[in-house]
């Protein structure tokens, strides 16, 4: 039992047993902040009974024509909250505003290519990997894109894989 | 912004792009060349010359910025100035806000807008001004102008959302509301609305307006469809209808958003609140800034309803409750099933307090879902509510209902849920340490059977069982506090070392370590292993708390300068750029967001941490260059001499004090920065309950004086530290009555001493009295412990004011009355030699009193340095300063020697220290061999047990665990660690050791001059 509401300032004063985890990067004010400014809808957070923030997802759309596609930045559950499905709850949420409110074409996400229980859930999801990037992280590790195609994608072509890995300057977003 | 460039104040584009370029990659003297190059060419372009006042603050020249852009201001406001656009306004605006000077940038854009009125760009640069200085009502008055220009709905938003700041920030504000309304109102009729986030605007004014009814119409009308998803809609209304007491029609509301999220715990709560009309109050707290479980606060609802309705509202609650259980497939939706325990209990509050209905949801729920690390804090508060003799039944139930010989995850995930739900219920306090010795093993022994479950996951995945090993050491940490057996402190920490080698990732055992060491006085290790938990961004607000107060009181000083530094950092930055994000919020049109980020603006400058770090910041730059007056002179005059923190701790500030720590994390014997029950005795038969409502009670009362006193006293220091120094340096020349200032001088310290003996809870009458008592023997320096520190520097600051004031401060009965300088000497000499008595060995004596012998060295008695450094100084030849044919300087032979005295018995103190502490340094091998012994006891009920099994395990090799595991256990050695702790040990004594010896040359050299003035 959750309650997933929008996420506001008053969490981030309360998102420590989420963020303390080492995978879970703690982003500058600037950076949560536009997220709420710009894309209120793609930044959620679940609640426990006893009101404790059991995760949150963090996320955006953007993008032109064809590539027009909701983004997940981050997303996240305090280990306590684990095993319950709860990053799959917030998937689908930011997968359905994505497709039904802001008709987009598909999600992607960004992945450490050695993170292979994030690889393996993102898959369980429906996510493929579209591309590999090179050296992304921190000009060492490299990324995956991942990606999963909504329903405006009537022919699935936003996920066809591409051949070659790219660097991160043939990026096309930020 | 390149496409500004061809409107840039009339200069080419081409001219200007290149500047820009080098800015931007921060190649900024030849940004400047260029510059200069091109002001050669347009010397009056306002343009150009914001430019130029741009790079120059990059390059941190702030004073020739600032007057090259109050140049180009003067040319803007110039009548013969052809080119007038929003770029070289907002080149200004950015060096001007950079140079916090936004009252510049504000009167450019005014003064823009009256000679083009109708610029609807420089209106919102404007409106931007005024959101960046916090003016609800002027950025209203803009929106309002700027919507009349141009008639589009988001500036007419813009006013309305400046008048929902007007609202929750200016009395009175409330008063606007109706006209937000008609506002809206009339352009709806016009217009109507475009925005998701316009109509919940709307309706807020709406609801705040308590206009309910007519805001369910604006929703239930065509507007309504701006609601993106169906479920917010529902959320939105079902609020609405309860709050208008249409409980009927809420519940239902509620009912359909349940049916398709029958997980929204909030939700359920509306529900049932409003089938027993009752509504809304969730037990909840989000708006308080510690989240804290109150059983009371969700018992105290209670329905007017008969009794009958209450039994036939509930059972049919229960009915469809049951039937969204059935409609789970996924085995994973527990809302539902802890609906049903909520359900059984409104059944035994209103009628059957003996109901068995209710423990036996709480049973099926364990069934289902005990596995989950979840489980037992999900249903805490019910768990509070049962008689001993259900708790009994409760865990047999379940404790039955599996085999915990076989090893599943969900085996685990049971038998941790088992030993949680009794750490909750303090159940543990009740048992016998033998017993709890017992248990101990069994959850380190279980941690370790079920290793094998985990050998295949990630070495980044959280394993299963991890929790067994904090559980086992907050037990271990109980065995302490009963016994005050050292071993037991050491295996607390052993079993968690032990589970960081084995992953080194788990921030609760890393949180736990922090706390454990500080306790045991091996900050260092603490603060290596704070390190790692990376804390930083908002982080540091929330969670500095676990390491930061006990560094503050610690010889550490430049690590806690650090750490200072950076929280700082961020808090300034932060309300800095705060106004910019709303801004951003404003330009996305996302009003909720507005309100918000105001509020939570709010809420961090208001943040208690936020103005007691910022004293402590001053406060620590002074120690660590107390034995250097110029220094200490040159920190305060960068501070404005303490007068701004003065400012600060005013009663109306103290009033809005936010705590935004949290402190979920912290371990149960110290649930707030200034409460450590280790400290305390153990009383024997404490019930379990008495333990919860302490700790609860704890919490609550974070927020209660000590604290903001404490707080309060910190920020008159810095000042006091000024003005002692400050009127010293005359009080030497007897011929110089009223010397310079010096009247006001004596005016404002006696307030502030006034405020600092309140602050400890005393007049300062009382206060002086106290001293006196406590300097001549008359009074216990015991009985004043808790403040010793406090009364110590008021001591200090009561003899420099004596020094200079016209005043007699201090009452003398005769000659042989002490004089303010024996006061200081005595307190100093009896404060600090009762620590080095009482002090037991600090190897085996955690807790110990190294913090406050630190504080008595770096705090008062820095300051009696400074204010002795300051007299000696100023019987020193005065070289330029000397005035010509000025009174006679002849120095006063008996304040000299009362100040050689002081010194010479500051050097005798601080000579004990040392002496002490050499006492407490030994070789490396003897002190491992003190604390092992502790481990290796006789008995075979003390501690030990716990340790051999680590050993044991991490020798024996199990192929079952697979090689990461093992290998990560072979580098286990339970003497390494405790080598470590010894090392922390002494290297916190070494670091004291240097503190004295700075403070002693120091002395040495005073004593030297005054020995030559004297003679």
């Known amino acids: 039992m959750t309650t997933i509401r929008r996420f506001c300032c008053d969490d981030l004063l309360r998102f420590s047993s989420v963020n ?43 993008g032109q024509g064809e590539s027009w596609h909701g983004h997940v930045t981050a997303v996240s559950v305090a280990s306590e909250f684990r095993r319950q499905k709860l990053a799959k709850k917030l998937m689908n949420l930011l997968e359905e505003i994505s497709d039904k409110m802001d008709k987009a074409y598909f999600v992607d996400l960004f992945v450490r290519a050695s993170n292979m229980p994030a690889i393996r859930m993102y898959e369980k999801l429906g996510y493929v990997v579209y591309r590999r990037v090179l050296r992304y992280y921190s000009g060492e590790e490299d990324g995956l894109d991942m990606r999963k195609a909504l329903s405006q994608d009537v022919e699935k072509k936003s996920i066809i894989p591409l051949k070659r890995p790219i660097t991160p300057d043939e990026l096309e977003y930020d | 912004m390149a496409s500004k460039f061809g409107l840039a104040g009339g200069i080419p584009e081409r001219r200007v792009r290149p500047i820009w370029d ?51 201001k003067e040319l803007l406001y110039s009548d013969n100035i052809f080119h007038f656009d929003d770029l070289t306004l907002s080149t200004l605006q950015i060096v001007f806000q950079r140079l916090e000077r936004l009252d510049l940038a504000t009167s450019c854009y005014e003064y823009a807008c009256t000679k083009y009125p109708n610029n609807l760009e420089l209106m919102m640069g404007l409106f931007n001004c005024y959101v960046r200085e916090y003016s609800y009502v002027k950025q209203q008055q803009t929106a309002i102008k700027m919507y009349k220009t141009v008639g589009e709905e988001r500036f007419l938003l813009w006013a309305v959302c400046s008048i929902q700041l007007q609202v929750h920030f200016s009395s009175g504000g409330e008063k606007l509301l109706p006209l937000a309304e008609a506002l809206l109102k ?131 609650a229960l009915s469809f409750v049951q039937k969204l259980q059935g409609n789970d497939t996924s085995e994973c939706v527990r809302g539902p099933h802890l609906a049903n325990i909520e359900i059984e209990r409104q059944r035994r509050l209103s009628a059957n307090p003996t ?92 941690f370790y059977k079920n290793l094998p479950l985990s050998r295949d996951l990630d070495p980044q995945e959280s394993m299963h069982g991890e929790e067994l090993l904090c559980m086992a050491s907050s037990i271990l940490v109980q065995l302490f506090w009963r016994t005050r057996n050292l071993g037991y402190l050491t295996e607390a920490i052993l079993v968690l070392e032990f589970g960081l080698t084995v992953r080194k990732y788990v921030w609760q055992y890393k949180v736990i370590l922090v706390h454990l060491y500080s306790y045991l006085g091996a900050l260092p290790l603490a603060y290596r292993w704070y390190v790692t938990l990376e804390v930083k961004n908002i982080l540091l607000e929330s969670a500095s708390h676990h390491i930061l107060p006990q560094m503050l009181n610690s010889p550490l000083l430049q690590q806690t300068a650090d750490l200072v530094k950076d929280y700082l950092k961020f808090m300034d930055d932060h309300l800095k750029e705060s106004a910019d994000l709303t801004c951003l919020a404003y330009r996305h049109r996302t009003y909720s967001k507005v309100i918000e980020f105001v509020q939570f603006k709010e809420r961090l400058q208001h943040s208690m941490q936020y103005l007691s770090v910022r004293s402590d910041s001053i406060i620590l730059s002074l120690k660590q260059k107390a034995e250097s007056l110029e220094e200490v002179e040159s920190i305060l005059e960068n501070v404005n001499h303490g007068a701004r923190l003065v400012e600060l701790s005013n009663e109306d500030n103290m009033k809005h004090f936010t705590f935004n720590e949290d402190l979920q994390a912290r371990p149960w014997w110290t649930p707030t920065t ?55 340096a005359f009080s030497l020349r007897e011929a110089e009555p009223n010397g310079s200032g010096l009247g006001t001088d004596a005016a404002e310290m006696k307030p502030l001493l006034e405020k600092y003996s309140r602050s400890i809870g005393y007049s300062i009458d009382d206060a002086l009295s106290v001293i006196l008592g406590m300097s001549s023997g008359k009074k216990s320096v015991k009985d004043f412990a808790p403040d010793i520190v406090s009364w110590m520097s008021f001591a200090v600051f009561i003899n420099a004011w004596n020094l200079w004031s016209n005043e007699l401060v201090i009452p003398r009965a005769d000659q042989s009355s002490p004089s303010s300088w024996q006061i200081v000497d005595n307190l100093v000499k009896i404060c600090i030699e009762e620590q ?63 100040i050689q005295r002081s010194v010479q018995c500051m050097i005798d103190t601080l000579r004990s220290v040392q002496s002490w502490l050499s006492d407490q340094m030994r070789p490396e091998e003897q002190a491992l061999d003190i604390l092992l012994s502790y481990l290796h006891g006789a008995s075979e009920d003390g501690p030990g047990q716990i340790s051999c099994i680590l050993e044991e395990n991490s020798a024996r090799h199990n192929p079952e665990l697979g090689e990461r595991i093992a290998q990560s256990l072979e580098t286990w050695s339970s003497a390494g660690v405790v080598r470590r702790i010894v090392g922390a040990e002494q290297e916190l004594l070494v670091e004291l050791k240097k503190i004295c010896d700075s403070k002693l040359k120091l002395l040495g050299s005073e004593s030297a001059s005054l020995s030559s003035a004297l003679h």
């Open chain 2, 22 to 72: 080098a800015v931007d990659s921060r190649q900024y003297k030849a940004a400047l060349k260029l510059c200069t190059a091109l002001l050669a060419k347009h010397p009056t372009s306002p343009y150009v010359l914001a430019l130029k006042g741009l790079i120059l603050e990059r390059m941190g020249k702030p004073d020739e910025a600032l007057s090259v852009c109050l140049n180009a």
């Open chain 2, 355 to 446: 109901d068995r209905k209710f423990i036996e949801a709480l049973v099926n729920y364990f069934h289902r879902f005990g596995h989950l690390s979840c489980a037992a804090s999900d249903v805490e508060i019910y768990l509070h509510m049962l008689s001993s003799d259900e708790i009994t039944e409760l865990l047999d139930t379940i404790s039955r209902s599996f085999d915990a010989s076989s090893f599943s995850v969900k085996g685990l995930g049971l038998a941790i849920t088992i030993f949680k739900v009794q750490e909750l219920l303090g159940i543990f306090f009740s048992k016998s340490t033998t017993e709890l010795q017992r248990i101990a093993k069994v959850m380190v022994e279980t």
């Open chain 2, 186 to 316: 009339k352009h709806i009729s016009s217009h109507s609305l475009h925005e998701p986030e316009a109509l919940a605007l709307y309706i807020s004014i709406l609801e705040q307006q308590s206009k309910y009814d007519a805001a369910l119409e604006v929703l239930s009308g065509d507007l309504g469809s701006l609601m993106g998803r169906v479920e917010d809609k529902l959320r939105l209304q079902g609020r609405l209808l309860a709050q208008a007491c249409n409980y009927a029609a809420a519940s239902e509301i509620y009912q359909k958003i349940l049916e398709s999220c029958p997980d929204d715990w909030e939700s359920f709560l509306h529900y049932l609140g409003c089938l027993l009309e009752h509504d809304v109050n969730v037990p909840k707290s989000r708006t308080s800034e510690h989240t804290l479980l109150s059983v009371d606060s969700a018992l105290a609802l209670k329905t007017s309803l008969s009794e009958e309705l209450v039994e036939s509202r509930l059972s049919s």
């Open chain 2, 674 to 728: 200034s409460v450590n029950f280790l400290s305390e005795p153990f009383h024997e038969g404490s019930q379990p309950a008495c333990f919860r409502a302490k700790v609860c009670e704890h919490k609550s009362t974070e927020k209660d004086d000590p604290k903001i006193k404490d707080s309060e006293r910190k920020s008159l220091l810095p000042r006091l530290v000024y003005l002692s120094m400050h009127g010293c």
């Open chain 1, 20 to 62: 303390l985890d080492h995978l879970t990067e703690t982003f500058n004010m600037s950076f949560y902040m536009t997220y709420m400014a710009r894309w209120p809808d793609y930044f959620h957070a679940a609640v426990s009974p006893g009101d404790r923030v059991m995760g949150y997802i963090m996320g955006k759309v953007e």
């Open chain 2, 836 to 898: 080095l008595i009482d002090a037991n060995q600090i190897l085996t004596s955690p807790g110990n009193n190294i913090p406050v012998l630190v504080q008595m060295i770096t705090e008062p008695m820095s300051w009696h340095l400074v204010v002795i450094q300051s007299c000696v100084r100023s019987m020193a030849p005065q070289g330029k300063k000397k005035k010509k044919g000025g009174p006679s300087e002849r120095p006063n032979i008996p304040r000299l020697q009362a």
